[in-house]
């Protein structure tokens, strides 16, 4: 065969090749959203659990405020210098990555300590003002809470349990989130899997 048409149909062939993996790439449909959280799951059956608390802005506050949403539930302390204003952060991060708001309850762990005004302030120079309340209370209807939750308090000689937990629209704990492995990436992506239904055990 001569040389010219032996690189004619070597050209033909790499061209026909070129085209068939051009269209498969096309053809490729855009990978799923994962359904697979990436914070820990809940134990299930925990309890919706109900509060009656009061925001920085002295507007009382309670569980039927976030039903039918998904929701963010912090715990956190007015006068904390580091991991506080950090989970703050993670957390603002993450709803600029969701790409909208949603409901973020941060639960005070040390009265009285943790004024309204306190609230006020802190909630200001995390630039969260408007998407997070920050919910202060009596002792005992905030302990309620802590034991709902499993969460130590902020106390003398000792840190408080620095959680982040995912209720879904029945206000049930369904995603959790040590601090130290929070991020916003994971916590935005499990915010939308509690959106889409997903999130259950086993998925």
Same mark, same amino acid.
């Given at each position: 065969?001569? @040389?010219? $048409?032996?690189?004619?149909? %070597? @050209? #033909?062939?790499?061209?026909?090749?070129?085209?068939? *993996? $051009?269209?498969?790439?096309?053809?490729?449909?855009?990978?799923?959203?994962?359904?697979?959280?990436?914070?820990?799951?809940?134990?299930?059956?925990?309890?919706?659990?109900?509060?009656? @608390?009061?925001?920085?802005?002295?507007?009382? %506050?309670?569980?039927?405020?976030?039903?039918?949403?998904?929701?963010?539930?912090?715990?956190?302390?007015?006068?904390?210098?580091?991991?506080?204003?950090?989970?703050? !952060? !993670? #957390?603002?991060?993450? @709803?600029?990555?969701?790409?909208?708001?949603?409901?973020?309850? =941060?639960?005070? #762990?040390?009265?009285?300590?943790?004024?309204?005004?306190?609230?006020? &302030?802190?909630?200001?120079?995390?630039?969260?003002?408007?998407?997070?309340?920050?919910?202060? *209370?009596? &002792?005992?209807?905030?302990?309620? !809470?802590?034991?709902?939750?499993?969460?130590?308090? !902020?106390?003398?000689?000792?840190?408080?349990?620095?959680?982040?937990?995912?209720?879904?629209?029945?206000?049930?704990?369904?995603? *959790?989130?040590?601090?130290?492995?929070?991020?916003?990436?994971?916590?935005?992506?499990? #915010? =939308?899997?509690?959106?889409? *239904?997903?999130?259950? =055990?086993?998925?």
């Amino acid at each position: 065969m001569p @040389l010219r $048409v032996q690189l004619a149909l %070597a @050209l #033909v062939a790499t061209f026909a090749v070129i085209a068939a *993996g $051009v269209a498969v790439f096309a053809g490729e449909p855009e990978p799923a959203p994962s359904d697979t959280p990436r914070g820990a799951l809940r134990p299930p059956g925990i309890p919706p659990a109900d509060f009656r @608390l009061t925001d920085q802005d002295g507007r009382p %506050a309670s569980l039927a405020d976030v039903r039918g949403k998904v929701a963010v539930v912090t715990f956190l302390y007015t006068t904390c210098e580091d991991t506080c204003p950090l989970t703050a !952060q !993670q #957390v603002r991060a993450a @709803l600029d990555d969701l790409g909208h708001d949603v409901p973020v309850l =941060a639960i005070a #762990v040390d009265p009285p300590r943790d004024t309204p005004a306190r609230a006020r &302030r802190f909630v200001q120079e995390q630039q969260m003002t408007g998407r997070m309340r920050f919910l202060t *209370g009596p &002792r005992d209807e905030l302990r309620r !809470q802590w034991r709902a939750y499993g969460i130590r308090p !902020q106390g003398d000689g000792f840190e408080h349990t620095a959680h982040v937990v995912l209720l879904d629209r029945r206000g049930v704990q369904r995603i *959790g989130f040590p601090v130290d492995k929070l991020t916003p990436e994971a916590l935005a992506h499990d #915010v =939308a899997l509690l959106e889409r *239904g997903g999130g259950r =055990a086993g998925t």
